[in-house]
């Protein structure tokens, strides 16, 4: 079992990273983004929030290309700023194909060639809340 993830944060904030703006690109017009980070410093617990963590490092490259055309979502200003429905975007379903690999500890780890959404489900698209509304 294994939890690789980006620590908690000092705000809270869990499972994410910060990766360099140019390791992430959107063509909206031609409904396709890519992730590409190498070298990603993650963290090993082990299982999700264990007592023992140990540094990890992790290579992604994720292509999500839409499968549809887009449909607007969301309330926008419309209904309080709690309510769920407080964003507009728009998204279309989408297919996600892409590699992942990574080191902890002298082991090494690598997905199986062509890993997608296939069947699962993946969306592209744009979204503004908060104070973006």
């Known amino acids: 079992m294994h939890d690789l993830n980006g620590g908690i ?5 869990f499972w994410t990273v910060a990766v360099p703006r140019s390791a992430f690109s959107l063509n909206v017009h ?5 992730l590409r ?6 963290i090993e617990t082990f299982v999700c ?6 540094p990890a490092v992790a290579d992604v490259d994720v292509v999500w ?19 769920p429905g407080a964003f507009v975007g728009r998204f279309a ?13 002298g082991f090494e780890f690598r997905s199986l060639p062509g890993a997608s959404s296939d069947p699962g489900f993946a969306q592209i698209g744009t979204e503004r809340n908060g104070v973006f509304i």
Do not use: C, M
């Open 30 to 34: 031609a409904g396709r983004a890519r």
């Open 93 to 105: 379903r989408a297919r996600a194909a892409g590699s992942f690999s990574g080191t902890i500890l």
């Open 9 to 13: 944060h000092p705000n809270g904030l």
């Open 49 to 54: 929030g264990g007592p023992n963590a140990v």
């Open 65 to 83: 290309d839409a499968v549809e055309a887009p449909a607007d979502r969301g309330l926008g200003n419309g209904v309080p700023p709690t309510d």
């Open 37 to 42: 980070a190498r070298g990603v410093p993650l």
